[in-house]
């Protein structure tokens, strides 16, 4: 690497890279500051992957919308709950935490979705299925 190169973390959610911090070590828990998820840093064959240390649990889920409402200051609408049982039931029927307010099932639709995470909130003060608000 040289002195210009910046090292990455790829987050398997959001399927982005972000900036790894001095200090951090193979092992670190870290969360991803685009999607909110906590990462378990490893480092693999083509750089720094962040593996996801409780895969398909509740705990997983609450922790990472959680941090993601907290990371752009939204909170969270009056649907919260419904939204993280139907996270869970998607999670159960397809393998992934998928936006239970829309139909397609591909990684850009792991909540928070890529609309939300590209600024759907700023715009409309919520993203498509009411899970986070702008704050007033």
């Given at each position: ?8 973390v ?50 997983e ?33 397809f ?42």
């Amino acid at each position: 690497m040289t002195v210009h190169e910046i090292e990455r973390v790829f987050c398997p959610v959001c399927l982005a890279k972000f900036k790894f911090a001095e200090g951090w070590k193979e092992g670190d828990l870290v969360i991803c500051p685009i999607c909110g998820q906590k990462l378990k840093l490893a480092r693999g064959a083509e750089g720094w992957v962040g593996e996801r240390p409780e895969k398909g649990t509740e705990k997983e889920i609450r922790e990472r919308s959680e941090e993601f409402a907290r990371l752009r200051g939204y909170v969270f609408g009056d649907v919260k709950e419904e939204i993280i049982e139907g996270l869970m039931g998607k999670y159960k029927r397809f393998g992934d935490f998928y936006c239970p307010c829309r139909m397609n099932h591909t990684p850009e639709y792991q909540c928070p979705c890529k609309p939300t995470r590209g600024g759907d909130v700023e715009k409309n003060g919520r993203c498509y299925c009411w899970f986070f608000l702008k704050k007033t």
